[in-house]
C-alpha cells in the first residue's frame, strides 16, 4: 500500500520568505504526483502535475521537483505572500485512476 | 460552466434521511471520483467511475450509494447515516494519465 507522508504538518512563516515542503511516499512505480492546495472548508486546486518521466516543473513562484528513485518530491514556495497561507497537498497516482494523499502541510504566512 | 461542479455546498441531514450529492463535469473527462475528507485524515477513495463504468470501491458501506449515468455526472445517494459520516465530500474527474480537477466539495453534518 502506498504511504505519503508530508513534513512539516505545520509552518508559519514571515511574509517575502522563500520555503521548502516535503512529501515522501513509499512505492516508487508511480504515473505522476500532483501537488494541491486547499482553502479552508474549500475543494482543491491543482498547483503542478509532474508526470513519472520528468524531474520538474514550474508555474510561477511554485516550483515542484521529483525524485522517484528515492521516493520524494519538494515543492519550493519563492517570496511568499500572506495569500499563500493554505493547507497544501501531495497526491501520488500508482496503477489504475486512484491518487493516494499525504495529510497536507498547513502553511500561514504573516505580513 | 468549466470544472467540475458539486451540489449543495452544504447539507445537514438526520440519521434517517434520504439525500443525494451530485456532481457534474464539463472537461469531457473519462473518470470520475468520490472522495471523503475527515478531519486529521488524509483524503480517502470512495469510489471510482471510468466511462460510467465503476472500477473502484474502496470497502464503502452500503449506505452509501454511487451513481454514473454517463461521463459528465455523478451521484452519491445518501441513505441511514451515521454521526462519523459528517465530512467534506469531494468529486474530482481526470482523463487518462494526466491530473486531477476537484470540485468545491459539500460539506455534510449528519446530526
Known amino acids: 500500500k502506498q504511504e505519503v507522508t508530508q513534513i512539516p504538518a505545520a509552518l508559519s512563516v514571515p511574509e517575502g520568505e522563500n520555503l521548502v515542503l516535503n512529501c515522501s511516499f513509499t512505492d516508487s512505480a508511480i504515473y505522476n504526483l500532483q501537488w494541491f492546495r486547499q482553502d479552508p472548508g474549500k475543494g482543491l486546486t491543482s498547483l503542478l502535475l509532474i508526470q513519472s518521466s520528468q524531474r520538474e516543473q514550474t508555474s510561477g513562484r511554485l516550483n515542484a521537483s521529483l525524485d522517484k528513485s528515492s521516493g520524494r518530491s519538494t515543492l519550493y514556495i519563492a517570496a511568499s505572500q500572506p495569500g499563500d497561507s493554505a493547507t497544501y497537498l501531495c497526491?501520488?497516482?500508482?496503477?489504475?485512476?486512484?491518487?493516494?494523499f499525504g495529510k497536507g502541510t498547513s502553511l500561514l504566512v504573516t505580513p | 460552466e468549466t470544472g467540475v461542479t458539486q451540489t449543495p455546498r452544504h447539507l445537514v441531514m438526520g440519521m434517517t434521511n434520504k439525500k443525494s450529492l451530485k456532481c457534474e463535469q464539463h472537461?469531457?473527462?473519462?473518470?470520475m471520483y468520490w472522495y471523503k475528507q475527515s478531519a486529521k485524515k488524509p483524503l480517502e477513495l470512495m469510489f471510482v467511475y471510468n466511462f460510467k463504468e465503476q472500477t473502484e470501491n474502496n470497502s464503502v458501506p452500503s449506505r452509501f450509494s454511487p451513481e454514473c449515468p454517463n461521463s459528465s455526472h455523478l451521484f452519491l445517494h445518501l441513505h441511514t447515516l451515521q454521526p462519523e459520516d459528517s465530512a467534506l465530500y469531494l468529486c474530482?474527474?481526470?482523463?487518462?494519465?494526466?491530473?486531477?480537477?476537484f470540485g468545491s466539495g459539500t460539506r455534510l453534518t449528519v446530526v
Open positions: 474530482a474527474s481526470s482523463q487518462d494519465n494526466y491530473g486531477y480537477t
Open positions: 497526491a501520488v497516482r500508482r496503477s489504475g485512476y486512484a491518487l493516494n
Open positions: 472537461l469531457g473527462h473519462n473518470a
